[in-house]
Protein backbone atom coordinates (compact mmCIF):
# COMPACT_ATOMS: atom_id res chain seq x y z
CA UNK A 1 0.00 0.00 0.00
CA UNK A 2 0.98 3.63 -0.55
CA UNK A 3 0.63 6.66 0.81
CA UNK A 4 0.57 10.41 -0.72
CA UNK A 5 0.36 13.55 0.03
CA UNK A 6 -2.15 15.17 -2.84
CA UNK A 7 -3.10 19.31 -2.60
CA UNK A 8 -2.66 18.77 1.19
CA UNK A 9 -5.22 15.59 2.05
CA UNK A 10 -3.33 12.24 2.55
CA UNK A 11 -4.63 9.47 -0.30
CA UNK A 12 -4.01 5.76 0.51
CA UNK A 13 -3.57 3.95 -3.00
CA UNK A 14 -4.15 0.04 -2.85
CA UNK A 15 -3.87 -2.12 -5.71
CA UNK A 16 -7.36 -1.64 -6.73
CA UNK A 17 -8.37 1.64 -5.33
CA UNK A 18 -7.62 5.19 -3.49
CA UNK A 19 -9.31 6.41 -0.59
CA UNK A 20 -8.62 9.95 1.44
CA UNK A 21 -7.78 9.35 5.15
CA UNK A 22 -9.80 11.59 7.08
CA UNK A 23 -9.16 13.09 10.27
CA UNK A 24 -5.99 12.12 11.03
CA UNK A 25 -2.58 13.88 10.31
CA UNK A 26 0.32 12.79 8.22
CA UNK A 27 2.37 12.51 11.48
CA UNK A 28 -0.21 10.74 13.25
CA UNK A 29 -1.34 8.32 10.84
CA UNK A 30 2.54 7.38 9.99
CA UNK A 31 2.96 6.84 13.97
CA UNK A 32 -0.03 4.00 14.37
CA UNK A 33 0.85 0.94 15.80
CA UNK A 34 1.13 -1.78 13.34
CA UNK A 35 0.76 0.45 10.45
CA UNK A 36 0.38 -1.45 7.72
CA UNK A 37 -2.98 -3.55 9.22
CA UNK A 38 -4.11 -0.53 10.01
CA UNK A 39 -4.42 0.86 6.64
CA UNK A 40 -5.31 -2.64 5.39
CA UNK A 41 -8.43 -2.21 8.28
CA UNK A 42 -8.98 1.51 6.76
CA UNK A 43 -9.91 0.27 3.23
CA UNK A 44 -12.38 -2.13 4.01
CA UNK A 45 -14.38 0.21 5.89
CA UNK A 46 -14.15 3.64 3.97
CA UNK A 47 -15.66 4.08 0.24
CA UNK A 48 -13.07 4.59 -2.20
CA UNK A 49 -12.72 8.44 -4.16
CA UNK A 50 -13.99 8.23 -7.45
CA UNK A 51 -11.27 10.92 -8.74
CA UNK A 52 -7.42 9.36 -9.03
CA UNK A 53 -4.04 11.11 -8.05
CA UNK A 54 -3.08 10.98 -11.72
CA UNK A 55 -3.03 14.57 -12.67
CA UNK A 56 -3.05 16.21 -9.29
CA UNK A 57 0.10 18.02 -7.46
CA UNK A 58 1.59 15.11 -5.20
CA UNK A 59 3.81 16.79 -2.43
CA UNK A 60 7.05 15.21 -0.78
CA UNK A 61 5.45 12.56 1.63
CA UNK A 62 6.01 14.14 5.08
CA UNK A 63 4.46 15.75 8.04
CA UNK A 64 7.39 17.14 10.56
CA UNK A 65 10.00 14.50 10.45
CA UNK A 66 13.64 15.03 9.81
CA UNK A 67 14.99 13.47 7.20
CA UNK A 68 18.76 11.78 8.08
CA UNK A 69 21.55 10.16 5.80
CA UNK A 70 23.88 7.35 5.87
CA UNK A 71 27.18 7.87 4.14
CA UNK A 72 29.66 4.78 2.29
CA UNK A 73 27.71 2.16 2.85
CA UNK A 74 27.99 0.54 -0.91
CA UNK A 75 31.65 -0.29 -2.15
CA UNK A 76 30.79 2.20 -5.17
CA UNK A 77 30.43 5.59 -3.02
CA UNK A 78 33.41 4.67 -0.54
CA UNK A 79 35.65 4.69 -4.07
CA UNK A 80 33.76 7.87 -5.12
CA UNK A 81 34.32 9.52 -1.70
CA UNK A 82 37.98 8.78 -1.68
CA UNK A 83 38.32 9.64 -5.48
CA UNK A 84 37.63 13.18 -4.82
CA UNK A 85 39.17 13.28 -1.20
CA UNK A 86 42.59 12.09 -2.02
CA UNK A 87 43.86 15.76 -2.63
CA UNK A 88 43.25 16.74 0.51
CA UNK A 89 44.62 13.82 2.06
CA UNK A 90 40.93 12.22 3.50
CA UNK A 91 40.49 9.49 1.41
CA UNK A 92 41.75 7.06 4.41
CA UNK A 93 38.41 8.49 6.20
CA UNK A 94 36.37 6.88 4.03
CA UNK A 95 37.78 3.56 3.10
CA UNK A 96 37.81 3.89 7.45
CA UNK A 97 34.55 4.29 7.65
CA UNK A 98 33.44 1.94 5.05
CA UNK A 99 34.84 -1.13 7.24
CA UNK A 100 33.62 0.20 10.76
CA UNK A 101 31.29 -1.34 12.97
CA UNK A 102 29.90 2.44 13.30
CA UNK A 103 28.33 3.41 10.61
CA UNK A 104 28.21 7.30 9.45
CA UNK A 105 25.43 9.10 9.82
CA UNK A 106 24.66 13.05 9.12
CA UNK A 107 21.73 15.30 9.31
CA UNK A 108 20.03 16.19 5.98
CA UNK A 109 17.15 18.26 5.79
CA UNK A 110 14.02 19.72 7.53
CA UNK A 111 10.30 18.91 5.97
CA UNK A 112 10.74 22.76 4.96
CA UNK A 113 13.47 22.09 2.86
CA UNK A 114 13.07 19.27 1.21
CA UNK A 115 11.54 19.32 -2.48
CA UNK A 116 8.86 16.81 -3.34
CA UNK A 117 8.00 15.52 -6.89
CA UNK A 118 7.89 17.63 -10.21
CA UNK A 119 9.94 20.60 -7.73
CA UNK A 120 13.24 21.53 -7.72
CA UNK A 121 16.18 20.82 -6.59
CA UNK A 122 19.06 23.19 -6.02
CA UNK A 123 22.88 23.08 -6.70
CA UNK A 124 24.83 25.06 -4.93
CA UNK A 125 26.20 28.37 -6.40
CA UNK A 126 29.65 28.22 -4.41
CA UNK A 127 30.46 24.67 -5.61
CA UNK A 128 31.41 23.25 -9.10
CA UNK A 129 31.24 19.48 -8.25
CA UNK A 130 26.99 18.69 -8.19
CA UNK A 131 25.66 15.28 -8.35
CA UNK A 132 22.12 13.71 -7.36
CA UNK A 133 22.70 10.16 -5.17
CA UNK A 134 19.91 8.18 -5.38
CA UNK A 135 19.18 6.45 -2.33
CA UNK A 136 16.53 4.10 -1.06
CA UNK A 137 14.95 6.33 2.15
CA UNK A 138 13.24 3.89 5.28
CA UNK A 139 10.89 5.62 7.61
CA UNK A 140 11.11 4.59 11.38
CA UNK A 141 8.30 5.44 13.53
CA UNK A 142 8.59 6.99 16.98
CA UNK A 143 9.12 3.54 18.05
CA UNK A 144 12.25 3.09 15.75
CA UNK A 145 10.78 0.63 13.83
CA UNK A 146 10.97 0.54 9.76
CA UNK A 147 7.14 0.84 8.43
CA UNK A 148 7.97 2.00 4.63
CA UNK A 149 10.31 3.40 2.11
CA UNK A 150 9.98 6.02 -0.33
CA UNK A 151 12.72 7.67 -3.02
CA UNK A 152 15.39 10.31 -1.84
CA UNK A 153 17.62 12.28 -3.46
CA UNK A 154 20.84 13.12 -1.54
CA UNK A 155 21.90 16.02 -3.13
CA UNK A 156 25.67 16.47 -3.35
CA UNK A 157 28.40 19.13 -3.60
CA UNK A 158 31.72 16.83 -4.07
CA UNK A 159 34.11 19.49 -4.63
CA UNK A 160 32.91 20.71 -0.90
CA UNK A 161 33.11 17.43 0.71
CA UNK A 162 36.49 16.55 -1.02
CA UNK A 163 38.26 19.56 0.03
CA UNK A 164 37.82 19.19 3.59
CA UNK A 165 35.45 16.24 5.27
CA UNK A 166 34.52 18.74 7.86
CA UNK A 167 32.81 20.59 5.08
CA UNK A 168 30.09 17.48 4.84
CA UNK A 169 27.55 19.79 6.34
CA UNK A 170 27.79 22.35 3.88
CA UNK A 171 28.32 20.25 0.69
CA UNK A 172 25.01 18.20 2.15
CA UNK A 173 22.74 20.62 3.63
CA UNK A 174 21.09 23.64 1.99
CA UNK A 175 18.17 24.72 0.92
CA UNK A 176 16.46 21.80 -1.37
CA UNK A 177 19.51 19.64 -1.15
CA UNK A 178 17.06 17.11 -0.84
CA UNK A 179 13.75 14.92 -2.59
CA UNK A 180 11.78 12.28 -1.44
CA UNK A 181 8.80 10.96 -3.21
CA UNK A 182 6.39 10.19 -5.02
CA UNK A 183 4.83 8.64 -1.73
CA UNK A 184 5.25 6.02 1.33
CA UNK A 185 5.40 2.47 0.53
CA UNK A 186 4.22 0.40 3.28
CA UNK A 187 5.01 -2.77 2.93
CA UNK A 188 3.16 -5.69 5.10
CA UNK A 189 7.12 -7.36 5.12
CA UNK A 190 10.46 -5.69 4.12
CA UNK A 191 11.77 -4.64 0.95
CA UNK A 192 13.02 -7.47 -1.41
CA UNK A 193 17.03 -7.33 -0.73
CA UNK A 194 16.80 -7.35 -4.77
CA UNK A 195 15.15 -4.20 -5.60
CA UNK A 196 16.47 -2.08 -8.32
CA UNK A 197 17.26 1.47 -7.76
CA UNK A 198 17.31 3.32 -11.47
CA UNK A 199 18.61 6.85 -12.11
CA UNK A 200 19.21 8.96 -15.28
CA UNK A 201 19.93 12.31 -16.08
CA UNK A 202 18.81 14.67 -19.12
CA UNK A 203 20.28 17.34 -20.65
CA UNK A 204 18.81 19.69 -23.49
CA UNK A 205 15.88 16.64 -24.09
CA UNK A 206 19.12 13.52 -24.44
CA UNK A 207 20.32 11.03 -21.29
CA UNK A 208 23.64 11.70 -20.68
CA UNK A 209 24.05 9.82 -17.74
CA UNK A 210 21.90 6.48 -16.37
CA UNK A 211 22.78 3.32 -14.39
CA UNK A 212 20.37 0.83 -12.39
CA UNK A 213 22.11 -1.07 -8.97
CA UNK A 214 20.11 -3.50 -6.45
CA UNK A 215 19.95 -2.91 -3.27
CA UNK A 216 21.56 -6.19 -2.43
CA UNK A 217 24.90 -4.45 -3.03
CA UNK A 218 24.55 -2.27 0.08
CA UNK A 219 27.03 -3.32 3.13
CA UNK A 220 24.86 -2.19 6.31
CA UNK A 221 21.54 -3.69 7.21
CA UNK A 222 18.59 -1.47 7.67
CA UNK A 223 18.05 -2.23 11.09
CA UNK A 224 21.79 -1.82 11.71
CA UNK A 225 21.46 1.86 10.15
CA UNK A 226 18.63 2.55 12.29
CA UNK A 227 19.71 0.86 15.70
CA UNK A 228 22.79 3.56 15.28
CA UNK A 229 20.50 6.83 14.41
CA UNK A 230 18.10 5.92 17.32
CA UNK A 231 20.95 4.79 20.29
CA UNK A 232 21.22 8.52 21.40
CA UNK A 233 18.48 10.07 20.05
CA UNK A 234 14.08 10.39 19.96
CA UNK A 235 11.94 10.96 16.83
CA UNK A 236 8.56 11.65 18.64
CA UNK A 237 6.83 11.93 14.90
CA UNK A 238 9.24 9.11 13.44
CA UNK A 239 12.14 9.78 11.02
CA UNK A 240 13.85 9.27 7.16
CA UNK A 241 16.80 7.69 6.34
CA UNK A 242 18.70 8.23 3.35
CA UNK A 243 20.52 4.68 3.01
CA UNK A 244 23.48 5.78 1.18
CA UNK A 245 24.31 6.26 -2.68
CA UNK A 246 25.03 3.77 -5.36
CA UNK A 247 25.00 5.24 -8.47
CA UNK A 248 27.57 8.05 -8.86
CA UNK A 249 28.02 9.82 -12.58
CA UNK A 250 32.03 9.92 -13.57
CA UNK A 251 34.05 12.48 -12.06
CA UNK A 252 34.14 14.52 -15.23
CA UNK A 253 30.14 15.03 -14.55
CA UNK A 254 28.48 17.83 -12.89
CA UNK A 255 24.57 18.59 -12.87
CA UNK A 256 23.82 21.94 -14.85
CA UNK A 257 20.92 24.11 -13.99
CA UNK A 258 17.90 22.81 -16.65
CA UNK A 259 18.87 19.28 -16.12
CA UNK A 260 16.34 16.60 -15.03
CA UNK A 261 16.88 13.96 -12.92
CA UNK A 262 14.74 10.78 -13.00
CA UNK A 263 15.02 8.50 -10.04
CA UNK A 264 13.11 5.22 -9.66
CA UNK A 265 13.05 2.10 -7.13
CA UNK A 266 10.43 -0.71 -7.98
CA UNK A 267 7.75 -1.32 -6.24
CA UNK A 268 7.82 2.42 -5.07
CA UNK A 269 7.52 4.55 -8.55
CA UNK A 270 9.24 7.56 -9.69
CA UNK A 271 10.61 10.69 -8.72
CA UNK A 272 11.49 13.76 -11.06
CA UNK A 273 13.01 17.06 -10.21
CA UNK A 274 14.36 19.93 -12.14
CA UNK A 275 17.49 21.04 -11.25
CA UNK A 276 18.19 24.78 -10.56
CA UNK A 277 19.53 27.30 -8.39
CA UNK A 278 18.63 29.61 -5.42
CA UNK A 279 17.80 33.18 -6.61
Not at 19 to 41: G, H, M, R, T
Not at 172 to 187: F, H, N
Not at 205 to 222: A, C, L, P, T, Y
Not at 236 to 246: A, E, K, N, R, S
Amino acid sequence: MKLFKVDGAVLLQTATAEYKVENLSWDALVNKENLYDFLAAYATTQAPIASTIEGKQVEAPIGSQEIWAAGVTYLRSKEARMDESKESGAADFYAKVYEAKRPELFFKSTAARCAGPDQEVWIRRDSQWNVPEPELTLFANANGKIVGYTIGNDMSSRDIEGENPLYLPQAKCYQRSAAIGPCLLVPSKPIDADTQIHMSIERSNEIIFSGSISINQMKRKHEELIGYLFMEMDFPQGVYLMTGTCLVPPNDFTLAVGDLVHMSIDGIGSLRNKVATKQ
